[in-house]
């Protein structure tokens, strides 16, 4: 079952807010809760050690591990890539002012994970997972101007030395004391990333038997959204997202 942590997009928590709704810890940016099921995950633009950016409406949200290369199956990079069929609820915070963590909902893998290269915690080059995640369904939550482009044409114009401008502007706030926000803009215009295509979920897939490449047989019992519902033998009710299992192969009809 889904967990629902009664949270509205856009609300504003605290650090211990978020241990008390998911039951998990208190660090890190990817946290996992065996309690509710769920993997919370926090894209901090204030801290400047991973560099995520929303290119098309679309976040690349960069792994765990802030020293050297990044490994896909260690921890919660493991539990992230297989979001889309490991019945692991993923939730999305993002922190533009310290201490304040605006919730951005539930969010699903759009494409596979891919490799990218970023300075580690020491200024170290290194490789790293990036992982391109979109709430769904899709909203208009506040996002960190600077970090927000309207295709990889406008990242190609605008944001190759976006990360080196920000660690600029950290450096300055800390030395001067003055509160910069990350959601402060560099230029006044900022284009409104475009939808994402809804997904067509055929309704005559309902009470059809399937096979799931880790749950076993199941059957379709309900379709919400891009969202379906499937009752499998073994393990009972899972949620999935359908063009994921489809683009997976995670799902074969029998």
Known sequence: MTFNPGLKIGQILKNVDIVDKFKCGNMGGMRRSKTTNTLVIVSDYTK?????????????????????????????????????????????????????????????????????????ADGVDRKVWMFPIRPVPDNDVRKPTMFVFKDMEDYKVRGKNIDAEYARILAAKKKSGIKVKSSTPINSFVPKPEPKPPVDVPRDIIGKQVKHRTFGKGKITEIEGATITVTFDTVGVKKMGYELCMERKLLEFI
């Open 48 to 120: 400047g050690i991973y560099h995520d950016k929303w290119i098309g409406g679309v976040l690349h949200y960069t792994g765990m591990g802030k020293l050297g290369d990044q490994d896909i199956n260690w921890a919660q990079n493991k539990t992230l890539a297989e979001c889309g069929y490991n019945g692991v609820d993923v939730h999305l915070f993002e922190v533009m002012d310290a201490g304040e963590y605006v919730y951005c909902g539930r969010i699903e893998l759009v494409s596979e994970p891919y490799m990218d290269m970023q300075p580690g």
